[in-house]
């Protein structure tokens, strides 16, 4: 079997921390985060694409753009996420600690099988990149 896979890089910046954590990482703070989003497919369509750029741009990279992008990611068990939101309406509150992993993993699983399911396109892993030295890989099996 062939398989053929396309990759959509998207960037943003988003606040967060990583409640638990020992070290610094526990202390409010930013990425520019680089999204690369891996579509998969055994077959290509008519025109000899896995998918159209153009819809991993405009359902992916957009629902980033609208719910994380400028945005502080605290996690609901994190007793900062409720006061800091009273003060600030940038604050999403998430249900993950908000790890690379975990928001790799939240797009993958929860928000990409949502957005894409009336469409072709099936996102098979998400490649994170945290800091230039720092990446996170969540894939389907
Ligand atoms: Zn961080």
């Not at 954590?21 to 690369?36: A, N, P």
């Not at 975990?102 to 699983?109: M, Q, R, T």
């Amino acid at each position: 079997m062939t398989n053929f896979s396309v990759i959509r890089k998207h960037e943003i910046h988003c606040g967060h921390r990583v409640y638990g954590h020992s070290g610094k990482c526990q202390f409010l703070h930013g990425h520019s985060y680089v999204f690369h989003l891996h579509c998969t497919s055994n077959a290509l369509n008519d025109l000899g694409m896995v998918v159209d750029f153009g819809i991993i741009k405009s359902t992916i990279c957009q629902w980033l753009e609208d719910n994380y992008d400028h945005h502080m990611l605290l996690w609901e068990q994190d007793p900062y996420a409720k006061e800091i939101a009273k003060i600030d309406n940038s604050v999403v509150i998430v249900s993950y600690n908000p790890t690379a992993e975990n928001i790799a993993n939240h797009i993958l699983n929860v928000v990409a099988p949502s957005l894409l399911k009336d469409t072709p396109i099936k996102l098979s892993k998400v490649v994170l990149e945290e800091t230039s030295k720092c990446t996170a890989t969540c894939e389907l099996d």
